[in-house]
């Protein structure tokens, strides 16, 4: 009877223990995520204390937070059909880091809106090995119809990256807004990047 006592007892704490550390698991996950949550909202509230950027010769401004590197390009420096204007890096989380998110802004020469689609699209796809589609839509940028793609791709040091880029046509003139994210913290960095997509604004002339 001893031996079945004990027998019992032992099965008893044994699912006392199992409870209590599942327990521990949801409420170790759910702090987790608590803290993401704050931290993403905590760097959307903060919009106000972003700094601006603002470049005359294109025509554009835009915010990006204080802890962000930003990146000026020289005039002249192209990749593609895209004219490089300004980068804007993500804070580093240290030396093992292999690939910091970042937003970069380009421009473009465009003929025609319709023909520029096509164009961005394959360019995209020979600049990306293994260019993958995710989302091709319309969307809005600085007041003015855009398009919006988001799209995967293999890289050897990240792995699997993943892009969002937006673009609208003002004139003769594309503006192009790209986001990189290694694809595992993509959402992570994504409401910063949106705050900051939101503040993009076109000068008069």
Not at 62 to 80: A, M, R
Not at 157 to 168: H, P, Q, R, S, Y
Request: glycine share 6%.
């Amino acid at each position: 009877m001893l031996l079945k006592k004990d027998a019992k007892s032992l099965k008893c704490e044994f699912i006392v223990r199992s409870l209590a550390l599942t327990a521990g698991l949801l409420l170790f996950n759910s702090l987790s995520l608590c803290a993401i949550l704050k931290t993403s909202m905590g760097q959307i509230q903060d919009a106000s204390k972003y700094l601006g950027y603002q470049d005359t010769a294109h025509g554009f401004k835009v915010e990006y937070p204080p802890d962000w590197e930003k990146i000026q390009f020289s005039q002249g420096i192209t990749e593609g059909p895209h004219n490089l204007v300004a980068n804007f890096l993500s804070p580093s989380r240290g030396p093992s880091q292999t690939f910091r998110e970042y937003l970069i802004i380009e421009t473009a020469n465009v003929n025609s809106a319709s023909r520029f689609l096509k164009q961005e699209i394959s360019f995209l796809a020979q600049s990306f090995p293994h260019f993958t589609p995710v989302q091709v839509s319309n969307s809005s940028l600085a007041g003015h119809n855009a398009y919006t793609v988001v799209f995967t791709y293999k890289d050897p040091i990240v792995g699997t990256g993943k892009v969002m880029e937006i673009w609208t046509i003002n004139g003769s003139k594309a503006y192009i807004l790209s986001y990189h994210a290694d694809s595992v913290d993509y959402m992570s960095y994504l409401p910063v990047i949106q705050t900051m997509i939101k503040s993009f604004q076109l000068m008069p002339k």
